[in-house]
């Protein structure tokens, strides 16, 4: 718990009652390996907080190929927050790459913290914009360089991802084949 309101408590002051309110309305969920916080086509229904474990985002191309479009570690957010909040169908899958234990939240619990909560909006505006900013940072690169490159790029930016995420994933998230990630890793060794 300690960790989530820390990582509030970057975007904005809350005082102990506030910080108390949002850890009552928190309910702990445990994800295996593979089993899927929110899927494509159906209305997610939960926001979480990765307390434990690596998820990745995740969707099908129009030939069927699985994708990877990101991953997010402990201490972030874990949602389509902007589907969330005006429950809408996701185009995504999020799915447990690792065992995750997270800090999940209802809709109606995450509501009533900003009805309750002066400030909330501000605050969660932040996050998502944080949250925005760092796919970004992320994904920007792996546009314009050459496979190579994005792999060493991967490294620099998830250093604790290469030994706790299958292969086929990190290649799926560098556009390249599983193949051609074993002759990368080959030659910079």
Sequence with gaps: MKAFIDYILQFGNLNQQQTDLIIS??????????????????IPRQIGFLLEGVVRFCYYNNRG???THHFIEENNFVSDQQ???????????????????LLVFSKKDWDDIGNTIVGWDSITGL?????????????????SEDATTRYLSFIENFPNLLNRVPLSYIASYLGITQQSLSRIRKNIR
């Design 65 to 67: 190929q699985e994708i």
């Design 127 to 143: 996050i998502l914009k944080n949250c925005l900013l760092k796919t970004i940072e992320r994904r920007s690169p792996l546009v």
């Design 83 to 101: 589907k969330f909040e005006s429950q809408v169908v996701a185009s995504e899958y999020i799915q447990a790459v690792t065992d995750c234990r």
């Design 25 to 42: 309305k928190a309910k702990i969920l445990e994800l295996h390996k593979e089993q899927y916080f929110s899927e494509a086509g159906k």
